[in-house]
């Protein structure tokens, strides 16, 4: 007999969990669920629009929603729409696979002053997130960025380079007209250890470069490196490229661009003040203790900024029915399993993806998470759901009121944002229609 398995989160999670179980030895129907009208998750809602190369994996995960034993349904929120009880009536194992959007919190006096934004929710505005505004206050002339990671890199790269620069990608005309209209000129990025310990990829950290209207500043004050950091980077590729190049920018003079992106190392915040929005970032002097980790000096530095934007990290957040480690912010879990607090197994329930790991590591990761959880509910489960047939969660939803959204009205909307794109000028990447995936051999 056929399991039927429900995947909530229409992510990469998500999706490449779907197409290990129609490649498994089982014999499955998939549904994913997707809270959105649109799938693809954080490929779609956080990935800058300068970098399409990334959002080229969305190709791969449309391929896997042509399946014929794969439905999306969006705009079905769990918890709203259906319960997990519910969902459980109609298939024999659920997958939650609801990845991270929150901002993980700094603890701070001051953090949630006027002007002090997450990045999770700038990332959001100029990709358009459905949940966001379509405006965003770009009036500070001097901003900080609080992080060492790629988003900190994005959001330093979009706040520093010309509106105009933008005009190159898929960029909705709202963004870019605020984005023109910005009056950003110094953006300063501070990592609380040192450039060895940077979690920027190579590649994105090069990028910043690239912009004939910003210059890239690597402070000396706080570029050090000892001998644990040599260790460090000897023992991790990317960390010596990011190192060298690093090493390569620190004290050069600027050239006298417009636009600066002024990069700061053993430097964490403190506090951010300010009378009734950021008028100041304040910053503690941090040194290397010999292990990889820093230390407080004492030493605080005040940085007139107007705006702080807090790249810390992702937050998974609780989902309805479900055990949820707050501390670790993840479903708790044995391999994907979901269990309890005290440990015991929830039957038929699992996780992948950032719900279950937290948020780290790359694409690769995600498909590991995906290929342990599968392993596991395919070894697992038997068919025992009481309503087994497809239609009868389509007649739930519609009793429910749900209108519920289908791969044939995501296709809809991706071309008519391609057309949007195109009476612009612009030329978005095409993604394949369902006739060109099936005649692909899907």
């Not at 179980?21 to 014999?27: H, Q």
């Not at 910053?283 to 605080?300: A, F, N």
Request: charged share 25%; glycine share 10%.
């Amino acid at each position: 007999m056929t399991l039927r398995v429900a995947i909530v989160g229409a992510g990469p999670a998500g999706i490449y969990a779907a197409d290990l179980l129609t490649k498994s030895e089982a014999a499955v129907s998939v549904d994913i669920f997707e809270r959105l009208p649109a799938p693809f998750g954080l490929v779609r809602y956080g990935v800058a629009p300068d970098h399409p190369r990334i959002k080229e994996i969305v190709k791969a995960l449309q391929r896997v929603l042509v399946h014929p034993d794969v439905r999306l349904l969006g705009n079905v929120d769990l918890g709203v729409d259906i319960k997990l009880e519910e969902l459980r009536e109609f298939y024999d194992a659920v997958v939650v696979a609801t990845g991270a959007r929150s901002d993980r919190e700094l603890g701070i006096p001051g953090e949630h002053l006027p002007g002090s934004y997450g990045a999770a929710d700038f990332v959001s505005w100029y990709d358009s997130h459905p949940d966001v505004p379509r405006t965003w206050p770009l009036e500070a002339e001097h901003v900080a960025v609080l992080g060492a990671g790629n988003v900190a890199l994005d959001v330093a790269r979009v706040l520093a380079k010309t509106g105009d620069e933008m005009l190159t990608t898929d960029i909705p005309a709202h963004v870019h007209e605020a984005l023109v209209a910005k009056r950003t000129t110094d953006v300063h990025v501070f990592a609380r250890r040192g450039p060895a310990y940077a979690k920027f990829s190579p590649l994105e950290l090069r990028e910043l470069a690239h912009s004939p209207h910003v210059d890239v500043i690597v402070h000396p004050e706080g570029f050090e490196v000892d001998e644990a950091s040599m260790e460090h980077v000897d023992r991790n590729k990317q960390a010596k490229m990011v190192l060298n190049t690093l090493a390569n920018w620190v004290g050069r003079e600027p050239e006298g661009k417009p636009h600066r992106i002024h990069l700061h190392f053993l430097e964490q915040p403190v506090e951010i003040a300010g009378e009734v929005g950021v008028e100041t970032l304040r910053t503690e002097r941090t040194r290397l203790v010999g292990d990889g980790t820093v230390e407080g000096t004492g030493l605080v530095t005040n940085w007139d900024v107007q705006a702080v934007y807090r790249a810390v990290g992702y937050r998974s957040s609780a989902i309805s029915d479900l055990p949820f480690d707050d501390r670790a912010a993840v479903v708790p879990n044995e391999g994907g399993r979901v269990v309890d607090l005290d440990g015991q197994r929830v039957p038929g329930t699992y996780v992948t993806g950032w719900v279950k790991r937290g948020p780290v590591g790359l694409i690769g990761h995600t498909k590991s998470d995906a290929a342990e959880t599968v392993a596991h509910l395919v070894a697992d489960t038997v068919p025992t759901a009481p309503s087994r047939e497809p239609g009868a969660v389509d007649a739930f939803l519609v009793e429910r009121g749900v209108e519920v959204t289908d791969l044939d009205h995501w296709l809809r909307v991706d071309q008519h944002e391609i057309e949007l794109g195109e009476a612009a000028g612009r030329v978005r990447v095409k993604l394949p229609g369902r006739e060109e995936l099936l005649a692909a051999g899907r």
